[in-house]
């Protein structure tokens, strides 16, 4: 009797087992409406084909990459607002002028915090230097030049730690006010963050500043990670793909951060793998839709009576208050503590 017993489960593990390899593994939920927000990480800045300006769908960027893939029509399907130099600030701003994108969308993809860091590196290079150096250009020159122990020594430098603080409170409680309206104006949507990745990580020349930038990055991470995670978002991690190869995924050998080709492509797989899809569309299985379609109209171009359409939206809300509310408190508390524990750890490192 016991065999029998056993006989059976055995038969219906192996039924089971059967029945979830006839499933396509590449099965996936199929967008209706894509919103990419952020910098120009997201705009394509840099690629082949890459044109400033409201036409970034030429060029082969990570989004516009896994878009086709998923068989999204630009400005129909998929539309990317991002904008070359945005800060988080800067798309706090933005949002209450995409309203309509917001409420159409299904998944928005981000990217943000890298022009905010950026604007943090002087005041790096000054308290290592002891000067007053406001150019980007002047504070990578001191930054490259300094030692180990230049770097250790902003763990006792109440006057960096107070600036770098102010810096990266702002940044969270931009943060939380950025998730607030989206949370908001896109109840329905799957929103997906990309940490910040470090491209200097190992690239000859950079030496002990980019080991130090490891810092400044986890604490704007650290704020990244809090924030989604009080408001339902998801993270994709940009550096696991990145900073393993940051001299040959980005353009750093000559100073700029962007991901090439080559890096964009890592991150396009990245996305779709996280996504459940193949970067190739004619791999892609689409889950069937089992819902009654929706009452709105679809999202194409309008007639033109109409006078909006999903590229600009037409009735723009004024600006909201930029508070981010305890997720914005709790955020900037950790990115605090994450930026001194680390100069802390670098201090060590070198002592």
């Known amino acids: ?19 979830s ?75 209450p002028d995409l309203s309509r994108q917001l409420d159409y969308a299904d998944l928005i993809v981000i990217t943000i915090g890298g022009n905010d860091l950026l604007g943090s590196i002087p005041i790096v290079a000054s308290a290592i230097s002891g000067k007053n150096i406001t150019s980007l250009g002047s504070a990578i020159d001191a930054l490259t030049a300094a030692t180990p122990a230049d770097f250790a020594a902003l763990a006792n430098n109440p006057n960096f730690q107070r600036q770098m603080g102010t810096v990266l409170t702002k940044f969270a409680n931009n943060l939380a006010g950025i998730a607030e309206i989206i949370k908001t104006g896109a109840q329905n949507a799957r929103v997906i963050f990309l940490k910040q990745y470090n491209p200097m990580k190992n690239v000859i020349g950079f030496g002990d500043f980019g080991n130090f930038a490891d810092t400044l990055i986890a604490s704007v991470n650290a704020s990244i990670d809090q924030v989604c995670t009080a408001s339902g978002f998801e993270v994709l991690d940009a550096p696991s793909v990145i900073d393993v190869n940051a ?37 892609n299985t689409w889950e069937e839709e089992t819902t009654a379609a929706p009452e709105t109209e679809p999202v194409t171009e309008p007639e033109p009576e109409t006078e909006m ?41 070198f002592n």
Request: net charge negative.
């Open 21 to 95: 390899l006839a499933i396509p593994a590449s099965a996936a939920k199929k967008p209706e409406f894509m919103l990419a927000l952020g910098d120009s990480i997201t705009t394509g800045f840099g690629l082949e084909n890459y044109f400033e300006g409201d036409d970034a769908y030429e060029c082969d960027s990570y989004i516009t990459l896994v878009a086709n893939a998923m068989g999204l029509e630009p400005k129909e399907s998929y539309v990317n607002k991002a904008v070359n130099g945005a800060t988080s600030a800067d798309l706090l701003e933005l949002l």
């Open 247 to 283: 001299v040959g995924l980005t353009n750093m050998l000559n100073y700029d951060i962007h991901p090439n080709a080559a890096g964009h492509m890592e991150l396009a797989k990245l996305l779709a793998s996280y996504l459940g899809i193949s970067l190739d569309a004619s791999e």
């Open 1 to 19: 009797m016991k065999k029998t017993v056993v006989k059976i489960i055995s038969f219906i593990a192996v039924l089971s087992l059967l029945a």
């Open 309 to 349: 359409d999903i590229e600009s939206d037409a009735e723009a809300t004024e600006p909201s208050e930029k508070s981010g509310g305890c997720a914005s408190a709790v955020s900037s508390t950790a990115v605090i503590l994450a930026l001194c524990g680390a100069c802390f750890v670098f201090k060590k490192k």
